[in-house]
Nanobody
């Protein structure tokens, strides 16, 4: 398994940008599909984005398409989430997650390892 540590969260005004990072420790990081999820107060955790381990295929939830970009750097064992044009509705704790196998990138149950989360707050 890998251990995941997120960073880069903070307070930003609507329309602003943040870049989240997720550093992984452990072996075979390049073999893991990596995802970002978020959880707002009083709501269930939801899928945000995923990058596959094999061919780098990207997946996004509809509400962040065109605004968020997920990427990975296997040499640095790090996955990123660039968030632009942030909206107050993006306010949540953002979690990085890793999975070895699966067919549904948006499914929480397919992920094996989770980070502790980083808070993103977007003010209006």
């Amino acid at each position: 398994q890998v251990q995941l540590v997120e960073s880069g969260g903070g307070l930003v005004q609507a329309g602003g940008s943040l870049r989240l990072s997720c550093a992984a420790s452990g072996r075979a990081f390049s073999s893991y599909g990596m995802g970002w999820f978020r959880q707002a107060p009083g709501k269930e955790r939801e899928f945000v984005a995923h990058v596959s381990w094999s061919d780098g295929t990207l997946y996004y939830r509809n509400s962040v398409k065109g605004r968020f970009t997920i990427s990975r750097d296997n040499a640095k064992n790090t996955v990123y989430l660039q968030m632009n044009s942030l909206e107050p509705e993006d306010t949540a704790v953002y979690y990085c997650a890793a999975r070895l196998y699966g067919s549904r990138p948006s499914s929480i149950s397919e992920y094996d390892c989770w980070g502790q989360g980083t808070q993103v707050t977007v003010s209006s």
